[in-house]
Antibody, heavy 120, light 111 residues
């Protein structure tokens, strides 16, 4: 069964860059069938879509985060990465990696999530 | 504040049916046939339950069903079971930014 696993530092200082990696357990990241992306959930709040990427390099970002976000794929390593610059306490959240089938509008597979706290 | 409004909690006894509402606007749920529901069991990854308003992925029990009326989508769980205790959240695709909006989640308790 395919699994997604997020990894990265659990604590980031204000103004620094948050970096997370999502590893897919099979080779599907280079498949034309899927988009790969990130979502987050601040404590006590709802989910927020951050952005998605297709293996061709096409990216789609939430306008509210677009100036600070980069999503990238390394298909040779089956990894999807997230970088969020100039973080503040408002970026404290559980960050999820998720997969979306092409031509669908839902996320059919999610990772367990990684808690990132922004604090000095 | 989440884009979609869900009740914080819903409870029911085993065997009962419960319904979770998800209210949006004419820009998201009201304009979209792309409503999805997800279940998140404690300490587990979210799992897709319903997509495109009322379709179920393979392997999801038919006790879960979805519907939509106007700006409100609903998830109904029939024959409530102890294993259904989880957080449930809705999502809608919107042609406007930011493309995907979510509810804040509803905690289901089986009494």
């Amino acid at each position: 069964q395919v699994q997604l696993q997020e990894s990265g530092p659990g604590l980031v200082k204000p103004s620094e860059t948050l970096s997370l990696t999502c590893t897919v357990s099979d080779g599907s990241m280079s498949s034309w069938s899927y988009y790969w992306g990130w979502l987050r959930q601040p404590p006590g709040k709802g989910l927020e879509w951050i952005g998605s990427m297709y293996y061709t390099g096409s990216t789609y970002y939430n306008p509210s985060l677009k100036s600070r976000v980069t999503v990238s794929l390394d298909t040779s390593r089956n990894q999807c990465s997230l970088k969020l610059t100039s973080v503040t306490a408002a970026d404290t959240a559980i960050y999820y990696c998720a997969r979306r089938l092409i031509n669908s509008k839902y996320f059919d597979l999610w990772g367990q999530g990684a808690l990132v706290t922004v604090s000095s | 504040q989440s884009a979609l409004t869900q009740p914080a909690s819903v409870s029911g006894s085993p065997g009962q049916s419960i319904t979770i509402s998800c209210t949006g606007t004419t820009s998201d749920i009201g304009a979209s046939n792309y409503v999805a529901w997800y279940q998140q069991l404690p300490a587990q990854a979210p799992k897709l339950l319903i997509f495109d308003v009322n379709d179920r992925p393979s392997g999801v029990s038919n006790r879960f069903s979805g519907s939509k009326s106007g700006n409100t989508a609903s998830l109904t769980i029939s024959g409530l079971q102890a294993e259904d205790e989880a957080d449930y959240f809705c999502s809608s695709y919107t042609s406007n930014s930011p493309l995907y909006v979510f509810g804040s989640g509803t905690k289901v308790t089986v009494l």
